[in-house]
């Protein structure tokens, strides 16, 4: 039978694997492999109540790379925090944005080259 130490252990590994894992990109997407990049400001956050992901509207200030219709895109990130690989994004905020396809929607998250700038 396990001790409470060894346990207690066992857990805290388990839990450490599971974070790690949680950013792990083979590369980062820049400008030339993205399908869209453009420069915009956080207009609204809305969490999808059925994926749990988080879909962030930019008003897009300047298209860089892609096809944008209109001046809105939302793109889509998993969560709002460093240490699950996304990117902590606040409304009115302008940032460089790099997106990335994955499972058919564009993502925005530590595996692009995504940032926050000072203005538009």
Do not use: H, W
Not at 30 to 50: A, C, D, H, M, Y
Not at 76 to 84: H, I, Q
């Amino acid at each position: 039978m396990m001790s409470g130490k060894t346990l207690l252990a066992l857990l805290i590994l388990l839990i450490s694997v599971n974070i790690a894992e949680a950013c792990d990109c083979d590369s980062l997407v820049n400008k030339n492999e993205s399908t869209l990049v453009f420069r915009g400001i956080v207009t609204n956050i809305r969490q999808n109540p059925e994926t749990e992901e988080y879909e962030i509207t930019f008003k897009v200030k300047k298209k860089i790379k892609g096809r944008i219709k209109g001046n809105q895109f939302v793109t889509a990130v998993r969560c709002l925090a460093d240490y699950c690989c996304g990117i902590p994004f606040k409304l009115g905020e302008y940032y460089y944005v790099v997106t990335r396809l994955r499972n058919m929607r564009l993502y925005s998250d530590e595996c692009t080259m995504t940032y926050k700038i000072k203005s538009g």
